[in-house]
């Protein structure tokens, strides 16, 4: 951060014995644009046209229409303050740029006031393919353009909300689980086929291959209290996908008050990322090759 960055990002001074010293808001910065390399532009172009050109046929029209919406380009690496003016046209989601990850109550905040946190740094080159932490191209091209829909943005916007209300409630494992399935690795069936939502594939060459082509994983339909119960794994493609009929059925699923939800799920079982059961809708009985046994979070 420059110097004038950190000024900008200053939210209140304490005073000390030792004079004022500044206090900044948690883990959101301002992005510098200027400070941008060409390769980090030549990152994101990379990227950006890889993902671009296999997407058609593959993603939900919502996300085509939202990277259209957005003016979201191959050319450089977006800015914030320019989307934020079409973004908050469209649905009244606002960016922030973060270093990285922040506190679970952090995140449920902002996205209860309808702010998106986005990792301001991109990968390197020699990670174009796999980086472990959320980095600029996952969080923007993968999240932001659902953020001009309507709808997937109420939802968005209810699960923070949620959230905020489940701290304390020993349920952020069931919420966490349920954006896992949803937000990053959500398949959608269409008129023209089955499509990809999920920003953790649609961020990714490898799984927007994988999550629709793979005869390996399981496709299942979206069930509340099921995906609330299912572990999952941070280190591979997903052994099971769940997939929505439409963002209103996510929408309205979701919609109705979690506690006494998360009392009943606090008696049963939680299930194996490859698990099925007899009450599953199952669209693919995934063959399982080449899955880790252990591993589940
Ligand atoms: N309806 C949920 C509740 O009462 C809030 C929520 C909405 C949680 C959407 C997740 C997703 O807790
Ligand atoms: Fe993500």
Redesign the pocket.
């Known amino acids: 951060m420059t110097t004038s960055d950190q000024a900008l990002n200053r939210v209140s001074y304490l005073k000390t014995d030792r004079g004022e010293i500044p206090v900044y808001a948690s883990g959101i910065v301002l992005q510098d644009e200027s400070a941008y390399t060409e390769t980090d532009h030549q990152v994101w172009q990379q990227l950006y046209k890889r993902q671009r050109q296999l997407l058609p046929g593959r993603s939900c029209d919502e996300f085509l229409d939202g990277l259209e919406a957005l003016k979201l380009g191959p050319d450089r690496i977006p800015s914030f303050a320019e989307t934020n003016v079409l973004l908050q046209r469209q649905t009244g989601w606002r960016l922030v740029a973060v270093n990285g990850l922040l506190p679970d109550l952090s995140f449920f905040e902002l996205l209860a006031s309808k702010q998106f946190p986005v990792t301001w740094w991109i990968r390197k080159p020699e990670e174009i393919d796999y980086i472990s932490e959320p980095d600029l191209f996952h969080d923007f091209f993968g999240h932001v353009p659902l953020l001009a829909n309507p709808i997937f943005g109420d939802?968005?916007q209810?699960?923070g909300?949620?959230?905020v209300?489940?701290a304390g409630l020993d349920?952020l494992a069931y919420?966490a689980r349920?954006?896992w399935y949803?937000v990053e690795f959500g398949l959608i069936q269409t008129s023209a086929g089955l499509r990809i939502y999920g920003a953790g594939i649609l961020s990714s060459k490898g799984e927007s291959f994988y999550s629709l082509d793979s005869k390996a994983p399981n496709h299942l339909g979206f069930e509340l209290q099921r995906i609330m119960r299912t572990r999952y794994r941070i280190d591979s493609y997903q052994q099971s996908y769940f997939v929505i009929n439409s963002f209103k059925q996510?929408?309205d699923a979701?919609?109705?008050?979690?506690?006494p939800?998360?009392q009943q799920l606090a008696d049963q079982p939680t299930l194996a990322a490859r698990a099925i059961t007899e009450r599953d809708l199952v669209f693919q009985r995934g063959t399982g090759e080449g899955f880790a046994e252990l591993g589940d979070v």
């Open positions: 939802y968005l209810a699960y909300a949620g959230g209300k489940a349920a919420l349920l954006y949803t996510l929408f979701t919609a109705p008050d979690f506690t939800v998360y």
